[in-house]
């Protein structure tokens, strides 16, 4: 079994560049089966949340070529069958195959979807959103299948922001008849590009990225090319880990208003960092001061850099919050981190963390892709070794992580164990 094995101490020097963002990247790639033409996609993470989406491309008879990050994807001779179980629960964003498939046959049958163990996980919101725009949802046992005779615009209130919902029904909507709107729709940069995408092959849709989306259907989607935008949650680890051991470290090939959020804490804390256009210069902070944290829907402060803004907490001087409010589940990291040292008190979901606390390396678990990112932080300031098992959850999200730490000064690699 592969774990991760890590000599903490060292400081980190040189650049990082930012990779393609993962949650644009899983709803691109199913999105480019709306066309009937030939998609490409640049800029493509390799990450295994991607791979695994491949495989459903070519199970549904897509044709993809790869060239390092670009990919193109003809679907010209796509057919539409059924999902299986072992494609279907490789990765969550399986599920934006229901939108795109719906829109596109107007009929989809799917095992329902994996992904990381950070909650309940329903997708009860997207089926909501396909019954308005007139399909019928069958439940049997663990498979979906979403039908329609006609899918006809309609006027959908989300009864929370979901990224995954807005995105979805914005899929099922670009064909459907007439004018749809999306009411409390997500506002996560990721849905801009995806909409981006979607009005490149054809589509008419307008105001992605506010509270309102309006998709007016058309009829036929041609084929286009679409660069992903930069991760902004794999940016944001980093310069968490430059927060706590950069010397001079550049983060590179992001875009800093995407972590305005992030930045923001970091400056209450006490950080250093100096902004260029699309990148960032840390240096670690010797003196952090404690804050308070509530993950939020975006612009808040995101969810999937709780956990890792969570090390960063033990390093504070005093005492620090962090309420997770999105997930009821991401506090899997946290008894590692206990056992490493930290000093903290897990009351559900809000957790007070007392710094500064050193922490000592130990064979520890992944629990989940942003927890095993945060053990990877814990692991690089603590003393001594650090060996990580379960890694599996941390490749499906970050591309090539052992490499641009270790090319940065870090004491880290890949061994078999
Ligand atoms: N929710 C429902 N019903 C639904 C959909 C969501 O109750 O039908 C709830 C969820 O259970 C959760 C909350 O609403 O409590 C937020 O879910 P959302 O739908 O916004 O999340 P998602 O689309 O499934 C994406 C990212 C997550 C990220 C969230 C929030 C992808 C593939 N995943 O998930 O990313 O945390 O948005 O920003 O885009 C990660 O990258 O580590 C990750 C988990």
Redesign the pocket.
Known sequence: MKKIVIKGGFPLHGKITIGGA??SA?ALIPASLLSDGVCTIKNVPNITDRDALFDIVKLLNGDIKQDGSVIRIDSSNLQNTLITQELSVRL??SYYFMGVLLSKYKHVEIYFPGG?N?????????LKGFKKLGAKVTKNKHKYIIKADELKGADITLN?A????TINIMFAATKAEGTTYIRNA?K?VEIINIADFLNKMGAKIKGAGTDVIEIEGVKHLDGAEIDVIPDR?EAGTYILMGALLGDNLTIEGIIPEHNKALFDKLSLMGVKYELDKNSVTINACKHLLPVDVTTLVYPGF???LGQPMSVLLTQAEGTSKMEET??ENRVGHYPYLVKMGANIELNGLVVTINGKTPLHGMEINATD??GGAALILAGLIADGTTIISDIDYILR?YENIINKLSNVGAIISLEEI
């Open positions: 993962k949650n899983v969550r964003a990381c950070i909650g309940s996980r329903p997708i009860d919101i997207h929370f979901s990224v995954g919902a997500a996560e949650i995101p969810t999937d999105i997930w892709l942003r999200g």
